[in-house]
């Protein structure tokens, strides 16, 4: 490529993906859920989705070879990359300094597992009123990252992701429909999650054979009286997950049954709960309720 194509912006094509592999000795492995983006029009379409402009400052987790990474930083956005696997950690810099060298000083790479990232060991975030989440997230680990990185960030504040389009379903369900489960209700714990498009397998190296979808997401601000966390009197995460947790863990039984160590009779009432009904018919604001009402009797013995 000649210098020209850099200041433009060169995004990473199929042949520049490969090669950057093999320089680098990396093979796609199972052990991370690596699949690399060989499609420029798909990263710019994630970029633009997630609406991130040089006003943002962005984290990725999962950069890999730096597809998606470039097509962020080309918006003029500053940015942390996440990456667990060290050798691409190690190679990401230079791939910018190549591609899009302008752009090297606004991009920075932390080699670590994102189950393991906080405010303390990642501290890039800490004086943000509020930063986003952009990334092409590895199948198995997607939705306990994204729980594990709101859980940690109060100033995580909206997501564009790419998942597993059954992980995507999952995530953006709501009640009383089959897929409706533990993440679809805790993620509405901490705002709204809607699917945003569909992406073919076509687009990946090595192509997986499952289809990819992608998720936003957008926190609810402090104030918002549609957060359940919303008030002086909100019940704890704690507790509501864990009611989550048993309701959906015995997805047939009542609530009744699932939670009666948890959830006495009249902590029901208190709530207007029908105690016959299932977790999966539940909203998170009725998770909330319940677990408010356990709060105020006092009488949690779980």
Do not use: C
């Amino acid at each position: 490529m000649n210098h020209d194509d850099a200041s433009a912006g060169h995004l990473l094509g199929a042949a520049d993906i490969r090669r950057i592999a093999a320089d680098a000795g990396v093979s796609p492995t199972k052990k991370f859920g690596q699949n690399f983006v060989i499609d420029p029009g798909t990263v710019r379409r994630i970029v633009r989705e997630a609406g991130v402009t040089a006003n943002d400052h962005v984290m990725e987790v999962g950069p890999g070879l730096g597809s998606l990474t470039l097509a962020i930083l080309e918006t003029g956005a500053a940015m942390t990359a996440v990456e667990i696997d060290p050798p691409l950690a190690e190679r990401l810099p230079s791939t910018v300094a190549e591609f899009m060298p302008e752009a090297a000083d606004r991009l920075k790479v932390v080699n670590r597992d994102a189950l393991t990232v906080t405010p303390d060991n990642v501290p890039d975030f800490r004086d943000d009123d509020s930063f986003t989440l952009v990334a092409n997230l590895p199948y198995n680990v997607a939705t306990p990252i994204l729980l594990t990185l709101l859980e940690r960030f109060d100033n995580l504040g909206s997501f564009l992701v790419m998942v597993q389009k059954e992980v995507a379903d999952r995530l953006a369900a709501t009640p009383g429909s089959k897929i409706y489960g533990t993440p679809s209700v805790k993620l509405a714990w901490y705002g709204t999650a809607e699917r945003a498009g569909v992406i073919g397998r076509n687009v990946f190296w090595p192509a997986p054979n499952v289809d990819s979808a992608l998720v936003r997401f957008t926190r609810f601000k402090a104030d918002d009286a549609a957060s359940p966390a919303f008030g002086p009197d909100a019940p704890s995460r704690e507790l509501v997950f864990r009611l989550i947790d048993a309701a959906f863990g015995q997805r047939r039984k009542t609530l009744h049954a699932a939670l009666k160590t948890m959830v006495p009779a009249e902590a029901f009432e208190a709530a207007g709960i029908d105690p016959t009904r299932r977790g999966e018919t539940l909203t998170i604001t009725e998770f909330a309720a319940l677990a408010k009402a356990v709060e105020s009797t006092g009488k949690e013995t779980a």
